[in-house]
């Protein structure tokens, strides 16, 4: 089964805080990942990809380590418009292949 | 910046009716797509479609559903015979092209509820 795994939360930090998020993915043949913001009843919104060497975007920071099959996002700096569900999701290699969400972690971020 | 449209935004249906949802992906976009999210619960895969032909289908797309790009704009989703269990957040997306990290765009969705 292609499953992603998350903590559902909901994580509830002041502003400012430094908030961890961490996934993973059962299907070893997933090739590209990514992280996905959601706010509610809104439709996903791509917060960024996560590459093999990791990537920084701002005050977001994501990590893979294929060998643990595992994905970690970095929030540094919350703001309260940072709140919001925050979706793992994983896919194989061919570029038309279907995203695998998972359920998605809550962040509220608290003034 | 271009983005992918669906309507209506909310439709009520009774069981066993037929729906049709709508969508107008970004218009040179090539790869289309069907999720689907109920309430609480994560984002499915339904369908995706290439040139003109289904390309993948999940489980949950049996006979109930099909898929159409009827003009070169529209891209619909048809659930012939409704269920309750069919009541769910139905997300169109669209993108340019096949590389893996090519940013799949979702519309703003439809909410369908089925009684």
């Known amino acids: 089964r292609k499953e992603v795994e998350q903590d559902p939360g909901p994580f509830n930090v002041p502003e400012g805080a430094t908030v961890a998020f961490n996934c993973t993915y059962s299907?070893?043949?997933?090739?590209?990942f990514f992280w996905y913001r959601q706010d509610c009843r809104k439709e996903p919104k791509l917060l960024m990809s996560?590459?093999?060497s990791g990537n920084e975007d701002g005050r977001f920071t994501a990590q893979l380590d294929r060998a643990s099959q595992y994905i970690s996002l970095l929030i540094r700096d919350s703001k309260l418009s940072d709140s919001a569900t925050y979706l793992c999701?994983?896919?194989?290699?061919?570029?038309?292949?279907?995203?695998?969400f998972g359920k998605g972690t809550r962040l509220s971020v608290i003034a | 910046e271009p983005e992918v449209t669906q309507t209506p935004s909310h439709q009520v249906t009774q069981m066993g009716q037929e729906v049709i949802l709508r969508c107008v992906p970004i218009s040179n976009h090539l790869y289309f797509y069907w999720y689907r999210q109920i309430l609480g619960q994560k984002v499915e895969f339904l369908v995706s479609f290439y040139n003109n032909e289904i390309s993948e289908k999940s489980e949950i797309f049996d006979d109930q559903f099909s898929v159409e790009r009827p003009d070169g704009s529209n891209f619909t989703l048809k659930i012939r015979s409704t269920k309750l269990e069919d009541s769910a957040m139905y997300f169109c997306a669209s993108k340019g092209g096949q590389g893996v990290y090519s940013p799949l765009h979702f519309g703003n969705g439809t909410r369908l509820t089925v009684t």
């Open positions: 996560v590459y093999s």
């Open positions: 999701v994983a896919s194989e290699e061919s570029g038309n292949t279907p995203l695998v």
């Open positions: 299907n070893s043949a997933s090739q590209s």
